[in-house]
């Protein structure tokens, strides 16, 4: 049986869910500055809203969110750990239902690179990631330095999707660097689909797979750093 559902009455309800909440809930950090962004408004923060707003998708028009779970997991095969999100939202467009999976990100990196991540890899592991390329319709040689938390992540908002009936789904990252952190990675993942990476915009990305996939890099409010 799922996890029975509870809602959160503000930002540090966000805490405990954490998979190391001392270490990662922290002033500046991803965790909590999208957790006071994202509780500090109804639907969706401005800047993501705009971003939705100027697509001419005809899958994301009229997009209205209904829920929002933070740290959502998505399991995958090959391995214990699932793909924990910062945010997973079950929206509604003019076509029907969307899965959007937020990540948040602030100076850190997302992570191992995929060369990096292959020099220790298991018999799960490999697994993994041959799951991951099938998931989203890619294909070997896969470059080295793409980050594997993208893939992952990517793949979730499609598993997702699928399992509530999504008519597409959205992989956003939410950004609040003052530094441009991780933004050639996420080019980098977008040039996998031959996707020029625009800032602000919401743009097509997976289309071999059970639903379509859209990708958008929004910059957020810097204030919620503060909070």
């Keep these: 049986m799922p996890r029975i559902l509870s809602f959160t009455k503000g930002p540090d309800d966000w805490k405990a869910l954490l998979a190391d909440p001392e270490k990662h809930w922290r002033k500046g950090y991803s965790a909590r500055t999208l957790?006071?962004?994202?509780?500090?408004?109804?639907?969706f923060p401005p800047e993501v809203a705009d971003a939705f707003s100027r697509t001419h998708e005809p899958?994301?028009?009229?997009?209205?969110?209904?829920?929002?779970?933070?740290?959502?997991?998505?399991?995958?095969?090959?391995?214990?750990?699932?793909?924990?999100?910062?945010?997973f939202v079950v929206a509604r467009s003019d076509a029907g239902p969307v899965a959007i999976v937020v990540e948040g990100k602030v100076d850190e990196s997302f992570g191992p690179t995929v060369g990096e991540w292959r020099a220790e890899a298991s018999e799960g592991k490999n697994e993994r990631l041959k799951f991951l390329l099938e998931t989203l319709g890619l294909h070997e040689p896969l470059d080295p330095a793409i980050r594997y938390q993208l893939l992952h992540r990517a793949a979730s908002a499609l598993l997702a999707g699928v399992q509530f009936r999504a008519v597409a789904g959205v992989m956003l990252v939410h950004s609040f660097t003052r530094k441009g952190a991780g933004w050639e990675d996420y080019e980098a993942f977008a040039g996998l689909f031959g996707t020029p990476a625009?800032?602000?915009?919401?743009?097509?990305?997976?289309?071999?797979?059970?639903?379509?996939?859209y990708g958008a890099w929004v910059a957020g409010d810097c204030r919620y750093l503060e909070s």
């Design 59 to 87: 899958l994301l028009q009229n997009l209205t969110p209904l829920l929002a779970i933070p740290e959502f997991k998505v399991p995958l095969p090959g391995g214990k750990r699932a793909s924990q999100s910062d945010i």
């Design 35 to 43: 957790a006071h962004c994202w509780e500090a408004v109804k639907g």
């Design 198 to 213: 625009e800032s602000g915009e919401v743009q097509e990305l997976a289309t071999q797979s059970d639903i379509p996939l």
